[in-house]
Every structure is written in structure tokens, then in C-alpha cells.
């Protein structure tokens, strides 16, 4: 059973920063994707960052490219999300998930794809 615990979360200004935790533990992860959505209130939770575990191969959202930069830790098995120029856009629920039965070299986007999920932490950018 794979566990996924998020931190990082919390309140910025429009402009800052912020980095997320996802610590991982369960299974051995070298073939699987990891990745952060994102869900706001009345939105469809949407793709925000991927990694291929192994590989270190990434996919990035459009509306996050050149401001988000999505990484892993292999000794810790951690997964992270630097966020910077942070947008009020930004504000969101943010989830770490699993794609467990990825196929290599491919980078889903269907949340539906992924099938084990930490439980969020809020991102808020103020104004």
C-alpha cells in the first residue's frame, strides 16, 4: 500500500514562493510517475507537474512552465514542487499522486490514470 504525505502548503503573496513535500512509502519506485494536481473550488483537478521516477523525465502544464520546477529524492523518496512567481491563479488544493502502472517514457495526465493520492495541502496566493 503506497502512503503519500504532502506539506509545504500555506498562505504568499502574489510574486513569492513556495516549495511541497510529497514523502512516499510503500513500494519501490523506480518505474513509477509521480506528479502534483491542483483543484479550486468549482475547477476539475488538473495536471500540474510530472516526473518519471527512473528517468527523471518531467511534463509541466502550460499555465506553470518556466515558474514550476517539479523534483524527486530517490535516498528520501520524496517528491517536491518549487513554486515560484506564485499567481493568485495558483491558489488551489494541491495533490501528490502516483501512477503505479505507467508505461515508459509516457507522462499521463488523466487524473483518472493515477491510483494512489495524498490527502492535499491548500496553496493560497494573495493578491
Known amino acids: 500500500q503506497v502512503q503519500l504525505v504532502e506539506s509545504g502548503g500555506g498562505l504568499v503573496q502574489a510574486g513569492g514562493s513556495l516549495r511541497l513535500s510529497c514523502a512516499a512509502s510503500?513500494?519501490?519506485?523506480?518505474?513509477?510517475?509521480m506528479a502534483w494536481f491542483r483543484q479550486a473550488p468549482g475547477n476539475e483537478r488538473e495536471l500540474v507537474a510530472a516526473?518519471?521516477?527512473?528517468?527523471?523525465?518531467?511534463y509541466y502544464a502550460d499555465s506553470v512552465k518556466g515558474r514550476f520546477t517539479i523534483s524527486r529524492d530517490n535516498a528520501k523518496i520524496t517528491l517536491y514542487l518549487q513554486m515560484s512567481n506564485l499567481k493568485p491563479e495558483d491558489t488551489a488544493v494541491y495533490y501528490c499522486?502516483?501512477?503505479?502502472?505507467?508505461?515508459?517514457?509516457?507522462?499521463?495526465?488523466?487524473?483518472?490514470?493515477?491510483?494512489?493520492w495524498g490527502q492535499g495541502t491548500q496553496v493560497t496566493v494573495s493578491s
Open positions: 499522486a502516483v501512477d503505479s502502472r505507467a508505461v515508459t517514457g509516457v507522462i499521463r495526465t488523466s487524473p483518472g490514470r493515477y491510483d494512489y
Open positions: 510503500g513500494r519501490t519506485f523506480s518505474s513509477v510517475n
Open positions: 516526473i518519471n521516477w527512473g528517468r527523471g523525465s518531467t
